[in-house]
């Protein structure tokens, strides 16, 4: 089995033994964090009661966006400033921010008999990291949302921006808890909004059906985060990550010897337990199926939940939780197999779609397979980069397509929109697109996301028995480069044409309306009497505001990633001043520094060091990837329908039908998974009918029955009473003669 | 004696206003005798926060009652007592001489001093709490006795005069009667230990028992010293009385009576089950129970044969109480049959006693009951102000009419949502509903019979729960419910006293705010209930050591 020798190698990469324990000493000594760092969670906790104040009070006004705009900067602020703290606290400090005693219990004084989880917020540099684009981006989003949403003002608006907040305010209590139970608060609420937000055109079924969708393939995940979480009790006896982090050490020891079948199993077990729930939070195989149908919430939400943040909760919790992962033997190698067929997967549905939002959603899916991926080959600052950069270039490619998808009536089937950049008022629109799309192609050097994807390839080809899912990846990162400009040169530029989506009175893609009737006009061709009156509403503000600060951003991420002090790049520096780092400092060390000389195997690609290879030639398949979409999709196109990769299809055969119809997955699941659910859920059904109801008929029975029988007794004869009473005591003082005599 | 006193001014607080509402009473000005309600409240309200300012730091109490276990129960005690019998108080406002202060104040009737009621019910329900705080105190079984009979023989008063229908005095005479009966049993039993210990001091008592043993004389006397007292905390088989007079009596009597016997019943049984000790074993097979009664250093339990008796009497008492408040459809007939059941919930304490790990909260019986009792006392003060605080609009008779059934509940959240949102909250309480107080109650009784392996009466503890809900829920779910079809005529109104719609409101805050600083009151729980060990009195008393021997060595 090729893991073992993996997990031998990895031995070799672990730091020298005086180092771990330095690290776990130092974890366990956190000094106390500042108290500013708890305004982070409590401030959109406040923003959610005043909106749900808003709603009670019937505020029909932008009242609640400006309210929670206001809160996330303040809260982004206290995130800034509790960074700032940190860093004067030295590299890898790590500090505990006590709110209150939350569940505090114990049964005796002995190891094991007391169970702590307190409203505490864990903050090191990972924390920070997370918290810092969470709040960031969440701040633009709402600005951004605050004109998105302005069609629904009122209660509908209330509603949202309370979600909105609780959402931030789940996320932060996920990203900052300082032990597992408080994470499984946070990931559970995030769960809750991400179902309350994804259903918000509740009238809509589709909306419905998308929310239970994404809550229930959820469950599942949860349901293995929490065991998992029950056994690091049960096996460290704490759900803090300091103490569980101090007590890991025996178990680093022995994978450090190589002895690694003398690592107990639950400790093994642990990391698959929990690598099931960031499957489910993080969409990756086979739970992925509920992010496209997602994209049913208002399009702000799909770019802060469903692309820049709850869906990295995985990533963070692999992250976070990464010495654990490093215990097991089959734990970091199934991420990436996972992770690496998810990508692969989702990039060729992703090729096939028509609809805007759900290319961008695959492709969410996809990148999120490469953070899985990053981890799993001990790149975790590659990872970590990737999510980085990628919540922005996401968020702002999904608020693009949303920014369309308010002007043109709900419109995002790229075969009826083109040339959209070059009509007046959308110019920001076009530029914003762009600068996603070359980051979300990996355009070599100039963009983030060229830089990011190049870390977690080169860690992939430099890591013994990785290489496989290397070019996976490398597979996948061309396919990514065609199906973003696919997007761009089918939508944006080109002929100017469009047809206005089925909304034409709402501008938006709300339900209120579906049933008055004019949906059966929607979508047919050289349809509508109303296309002429239509006029596309550009963006205002608001939406420009936010796309051209996320269009720079996106850029200037670059500049964390390949600059910052002493430690190396300073998003290098926090990851591995985490949790993140026991080996993936050694890692990159010994990918990047001089380290070359430990002795260790170090893969390579094709005899180049893996890293600089992969710089020239992740470059050159993005680009090739970018070429072939400007050839099918740009170069001779005249009208928004046809380009010449229609007249391709054909050779492709079923191959592309299928990836149209998402390889049939959702059709699979129902055969294998729902149905036969269905079949047992109705045979229990009867069983409960007949059996279990007969019983609870019987339980709730026997006391009435019991009850009549003692009825008489209580006549309310006085003397009666009084001979029940000697009655009783004679009784009982016979029965204690009896036993005793 | 003259140490004691400084160490009963709660008590003292309580008689100096017993004694200024009395002398008021006798006014012939009506403002001054409407002053007694007050007066009573300063009394109650002063003597709850003195308890809370002589929380002990142990020791000092310790010398100063010369009560070597138990000691650090008697300030919680109080302090829950006085706390409790303010709200109890709230509830009080026009429970007597109702239609003569309405004609009063409408002018139709002049005040006439010798019709007015109103003092001397204030004062007796003065000198039933005053009873009730000396219970905690005792340290006498001669003392037990009479603090015992203070707290209950207003109560037979107070039953009698609180409504000006026939059935409220025929609940009186009934309740009066079976007490003497019940006070007779107990009194045996407190003669009884005296012929076979020689003392009536409790502290000597348990000296002579954890030294020289307890004879079947001393077991008799306590078992009915146990059945007796039985009568106060409404248990089985001295629980007949409760549906009947709780009917009879107005709501907040009844509320009243729910409380302070019961609190004053459970005091006693802990003091005397403090006496006989928590530190005996299991007799081995085919032992007689009764052979072993001697305390032992491995000892967990109370004698087998005491704690045998507490286990039939737990069990039945639950289970009775809640069958038969499944059937009932009477309000008040319900919640006495419930607060049957409550009892025989907090019996499971008492026989579990301070158990292995008494420092821990969970383990630990005793403080599970101290804590029940607050918890009890004011979920229960709050459904009761709520029957206080409906009553029906004066019908063809001209005078209002008590809610008598659940379905005179239905829609009170929308009608009166003061009064029907404390009724749902302290019912989910009451059921035992997690995150409210009655949950933090229950819980504690249940660990602390699981730590002490009493597995056959957790279940028996945990099913009756079950049962609990099936009426509990019925009753928080009425105020919910849309208001059916009124045939009964009469609207239900809110009854024109402020103060008893207040004292539910703040019942039902209590249930959540306490809940929520659960942690604080366990902890004062569960240092009131450190129970000092027989051991301790052994090496405490060293002159003791020899007079049993001596004993024994006669007795053979």
Redesign the interface.
């Known amino acids: 089995m090729h893991a073992t020798s993996i997990l031998s190698t990895w031995a070799g990469l672990l730091p020298a033994q005086h180092e771990a324990a330095g690290a776990a000493a130092q974890v366990a000594g956190a000094v106390d964090g500042p108290a500013i760092a708890a305004l982070a969670p409590l401030l959109p906790l406040l923003s959610f009661v005043l909106c749900g104040l808003c709603a009670a009070f019937k505020v029909r006004s932008k009242l609640p966006a400006w309210i929670t705009v206001a809160c996330l900067a303040a809260s982004f602020a206290a995130v800034v400033a509790t960074t700032l703290d940190l860093r004067e606290a030295g590299a890898g400090s790590v500090m505990v921010t006590p709110l209150f ?1 939350w569940i505090n ?4 004084t002995e190891a094991g008999q007391h169970f702590r989880a307190n409203f505490a917020f864990h903050i090191d540099s990972l924390t920070c990291l997370w918290m810092l684009f969470v709040t960031g981006l969440a701040t633009l989003i709402a600005l951004y949302a605050s004109e998105y949403m302005s069609h629904d003002v009122g209660m509908g608006y209330c509603r949202f921006f309370a979600a909105f907040s609780l959402f931030v305010f789940s996320m932060a209590c996920l990203v900052m808890g300082d032990n597992l139970v408080l994470l499984y608060l946070g990931w559970e609420g995030v769960g809750l909004c991400s179902y309350l937000l994804i259903g918000y055109f509740y009238k809509k079924p589709s909306a419905v059906a998308a929310a239970k969708k994404a809550f229930i393939v959820n469950r599942i995940g949860d349901l293995f985060l929490a065991l998992g979480i029950m056994l690091c009790w049960v096996h460290f006896g704490s759900v803090e990550y300091r103490e569980i982090f101090a007590r890991v050490g025996p178990s680093l020891e022995l994978l450090r010897e190589g002895k690694v079948d003398q690592i107990p199993g639950i400790v093994q077990l642990i990391p698959l337990l929990l690598m099931v729930g960031a499957f489910g939070k993080s969409a990756q195989l086979p739970l992925y199926v509920w992010l496209p149908d997602a994209m049913e919430g208002p399009t702000p939400v799909s770019a802060l939940i469903h692309a820049a943040t709850m869906v990295t909760a995985g990533v963070y919790l692999i992250a976070r939780t990464y010495p654990l992962f490093l215990l097991s033997e089959y734990a970091l190698p199934i991420v990436g197999w996972v992770g690496a067929l998810t990508a692969l997967l989702a990039a060729t549905i992703g090729m096939a779609q028509f609809d805007i939002k759900r290319i961008m959603a695959y492709s969410t899916v996809s990148q999120l397979g490469y953070m899985f991926c990053g981890l799993a080959v001990l790149g975790s600052v590659g990872a970590a980069a990737h999510v980085f950069t990628h919540a922005f270039f996401k968020a702002m490619l999904f608020l693009s397509c949303g920014a369309v998808m308010h002007g043109f009536a709900g419109q995002l089937d790229l075969r009826k929109l083109s040339g959209v950049a070059f009509m007046k008022g959308w110019g920001v629109v076009g530029i914003a697109m762009f600068v996603g799309c070359l980051n979300l192609a990996g355009f070599p050097v100039i963009t983030a996301g060229y830089w990011s994807k190049d870390m977690i390839l080169g860690d992939a080809f430099a890591t013994p028995g990785m290489q496989a899912i290397g070019w996976i990846l490398l597979l996948t990162a061309g396919l990514t480069a065609y199906y973003t400009f696919r997007v761009f040169f089918r939508v944006f530029v080109g002929p100017k044409h469009f047809e206005p989506g089925d909304e034409l009175h709402a501008h938006d893609d709300h339900g209120h309306g579906h049933d008055d009737g004019h949906g059966g006009h929607g979508h047919a061709a050289g349809h509508a009497p109303s296309h002429a009156d239509f006029h596309p509403h550009a963006p205002g503000w608001a939406i420009n505001l936010v796309l051209g600060i996320l269009a720079i951003a996106a850029f200037a991420a670059i500049v964390p990633l390949m600059t910052g002090g002493d430690n190396g790049p300073w998003l290098a520096s926090m990851v591995d001043g985490s949790s993140a780092k026991y080996l993936g400092v050694a890692a990159s060390q010994a990918a990047h520094a001089a380290g070359h000389g430990d002795g260790h195997a170090h893969a390579t690609f094709f005899g180049y060091d893996a890293h600089k290879a992969m710089m020239v030639v992740s470059g050159v398949v993005g680009f090739i990837g970018i070429l072939i979409a400007y050839l099918l999709h740009y170069a001779g196109r005249t009208t928004a329908a046809r380009s010449k990769a229609d007249s391709l299809l054909p050779a492709f055969g079923p191959l592309a039908t299928a990836a149209q119809h998402k390889w049939y997955v959702d059709e699979i699941y129902d055969l294998l998974i729902v149905k036969p659910l269905w079949v047992i859920s109705n045979i229990f059904a009867l069983i409960d009918k007949y059996v279990v109801d007969g019983l609870v008929d019987f339980l ?1 029975w026997a ?2 029955a ?3 029988s ?2 008489p ?2 006549g ?1 004869e ?1 003397h ?3 001979i ?6 004679a ?3 016979l ?2 003669l009896l ?3 | 004696m003259i140490e004691r006193l400084a160490y009963l001014w709660p008590e003292i607080a309580l008689f100096i206003a017993t004694c200024v509402v009395m002398v008021m009473g006798l006014s012939r000005t009506y403002a001054t005798r409407k002053a007694t309600a007050t007066i009573a409240a300063l009394g109650t309200f002063s003597a709850a926060v003195l308890s809370f300012l002589t929380t002990p730091d142990g020791g000092e109490i310790e010398a100063v009652s010369g009560q070597l276990y138990l000691a650090s129960m008697v300030p919680y005690a109080k302090t829950l007592i006085g706390a409790v019998a303010t709200l109890l108080l709230l509830t009080m406002a026009g429970t007597v001489d109702r239609a003569e202060e309405a004609d009063i104040a409408k002018g139709v009737r002049s005040f006439d001093p010798l019709r007015s009621n109103r003092a001397e019910f204030y004062a007796f329900f003065l000198f039933s709490i005053t009873g009730l705080m000396l219970c905690a105190d005792a340290d006498d079984l001669i003392w037990l006795f009479l603090a015992l009979e203070l707290t209950s023989l207003p109560t037979y008063i107070m039953v009698a005069m609180s409504t000006a229908r026939n059935r409220g005095r025929e609940a009186g ?2 309740y009066f ?2 007490g003497a ?2 006070a007779a ?1 107990f009194l045996y039993g407190f003669a009884l230990i005296y012929g076979a210990v020689g003392s009536t001091n409790l502290n000597e008592i348990a000296v002579a028992f954890a030294t020289g043993g307890i004879s ?1 004389l001393g077991m ?1 006397g306590v ?2 010293s146990i ?1 007796g007292i039985c ?1 106060k905390i409404a248990a ?3 629980h ?2 409760t ?2 007079v709780y009917e009879g009596a107005a709501p907040q009597v009844s509320g009243f009576l729910a409380f302070v016997p019961k609190t004053a019943g459970f005091l006693s049984i802990l003091l005397i089950c403090g006496a006989v000790g928590w530190n005996y074993v299991i007799p081995p097979d085919g032992v ?3 052979a072993t009664v001697m305390p032992s250093a491995e000892g967990t339990q109370l004698p087998e ?1 005491l704690r ?2 507490l286990w ?2 737990a069990a039945l008492t639950m ?2 109480g ?3 408040a ?2 009932q459809t009477s309000v008040k007939r319900m919640l006495a049959y419930s607060s049957i059941a409550h009892s025989g919930y907090m019996l499971v304490g008492v026989i579990v006693g301070p158990g292995i ?1 008494a420092d ?1 909260f ?2 630990n019986g005793v403080a599970a009951v101290l804590f029940y009792l607050l918890s009890y006392g004011v979920m229960n003060a709050g459904v009761f102000a709520v029957l206080a605080a409906l009553e029906r609009a004066p019908g063809r008779d001209g005078e209002p009419r008590e809610i008598e059934t659940i379905s005179d509940l239905k829609g009170l959240c929308r009608s009166h949502p003061m009064l029907g949102w404390p009724m749902v909250i302290c019912c989910l309480s009451l059921l035992g509903l997690p995150p409210l107080l009655g949950f933090f109650g229950k819980l504690p009784l249940f ?1 602390a019979a699981i ?1 002490a392996g009493e597995i056959p009466l957790v279940l028996v503890l945990g099913v009756n729960s079950a ?1 609990a809900a ?1 009426y509990y829920l019925k009753l928080a779910f009425a105020p919910l419910t849309e208001v059916a079809d009124d045939a009964d005529g009469d609207p239900i109104v809110a009854a024109p006293f402020r103060t008893r719609a207040a004292a539910a409101v703040i019942s039902a805050a209590c249930v959540i705010g306490l809940a929520l600083g659960g ?1 604080l009151l366990m902890q004062g729980a569960r240092s009131a209930a450190s129970y000092t060990e027989a051991d301790a009195i052994k090496s405490r008393v060293p002159q003791a050591n020899a007079a049993p021997v001596d004993r024994n060595v006669a007795a053979h």
């Open positions: 005693d219990y114990s049964w005796g709730g006391p009435r019991i009850g009549r003692l009825r007794s209580q309310g006085l009666g009473y009084a029940g009473m000697a009655g009783g005591i009784v009982l003082v029965i204690v036993v005793t005599f | 005479v009934k009667f079976l009966m019940g049993v079947s008799l078992l009915l059945l009568f089985v088989p001295m007949f009385y549906p009947d007689s129970p009764l044969v045998l008796t039939v009497i289970t009775v809640n069958v038969l499944l059937l790990a821990s969970s383990g660990t730590r049962i099936c942690n």
